[in-house]
């Protein structure tokens, strides 16, 4: 079945630790996205890439990176985590071509102690 | 830039009264807009999109939506409210300027009283 995924659900973890964030989707989709909505808030895209090898950051500045080395496949990065990074991160393809409806995945929690 | 603005925050209603969620949009072309769900703890689902043509869009689980050019709106409506809508609602537009990216509105949470 087409999905896309995002793992871990929720992540709990102490202050300087690196952490990675799963996303992979099975639609074969070229555009993938990296959002951030903290609780009760709308979403603020943080990173994208419309293709292999092709990532941009978003209109939100952060501190994580992602890389895009297989279409189906974009981890987000965060080298030294900070309490300032707790918030949930959303994970979205859409395809190619005008019509940018995106799907999401369950997104991941982050709390940063 | 583009910008998205639902005016209401929260909004409480009766189950099986009507909803209406406002949303409004500032591009000076006609957009792409579209209505999405979330659940608590879940990721957005599509309720409904508008990319051109009729003015009124249906879309799932019973909502429909409208667009306005005049008044630069796409309100989201539905006719008879289930305890199961209760969620957060955003509204979203995308431009060819911005490269299809979508921005969000801040949301609508509703909640429903038996």
């Known amino acids: 079945e087409a999905d896309i995924y995002q793992t871990p659900r929720y992540l709990v973890i102490g202050t300087g630790k690196k952490i990675t964030l799963e996303c992979s989707q099975t639609?074969?989709?070229?555009?993938m996205y990296w959002y951030q909505q903290d609780p009760g808030m709308e979403l603020h895209l943080i990173h994208y890439?419309?293709?292999?090898?092709?990532?941009e950051k978003g209109d939100l500045s952060s501190e994580s990176t992602v890389s895009r080395i297989r279409t189906e496949h974009f981890p987000l990065t965060l080298e030294s985590a900070r309490p300032s990074h707790t918030s949930q991160y959303l994970c979205?393809?859409?395809?190619?071509?005008?019509?940018?409806?995106?799907?999401f995945g369950p997104g991941t929690r982050l709390t940063v102690l | 830039a583009q910008s998205v603005t639902q005016p209401d925050i929260h909004i409480t209603v009766s189950e099986g009264a009507s909803l209406e969620l406002r949303c409004n949009y500032s591009?000076?072309?006609?957009?792409?807009l579209f209505w999405y769900v979330q659940s608590p703890g879940q990721g957005l689902q599509l309720l409904l999109k508008y990319f051109s043509g009729d003015t009124l869009v249906q879309g799932i689980k019973g909502f429909e939506a409208e667009f306005k050019r005049s008044q630069s709106s796409f309100n989201l409506r539905k006719p008879s409210v289930h305890w199961s809508d209760a969620a957060e609602y955003f509204c979203?537009?995308?431009?060819?300027?911005?490269?299809?990216?979508?921005?969000f509105g801040g949301g609508t949470r509703v909640l429903v009283k038996p």
């Open positions: 890439s419309y293709g292999v090898n092709s990532t």
């Open positions: 979203a537009v995308a431009t060819k300027a911005a490269g299809n990216k979508l921005t």
């Open positions: 639609m074969g989709h070229d555009k």
């Open positions: 591009y000076g072309a006609t957009p792409y």
């Open positions: 979205a393809s859409s395809e190619q071509g005008p019509y940018n409806e995106q799907f």
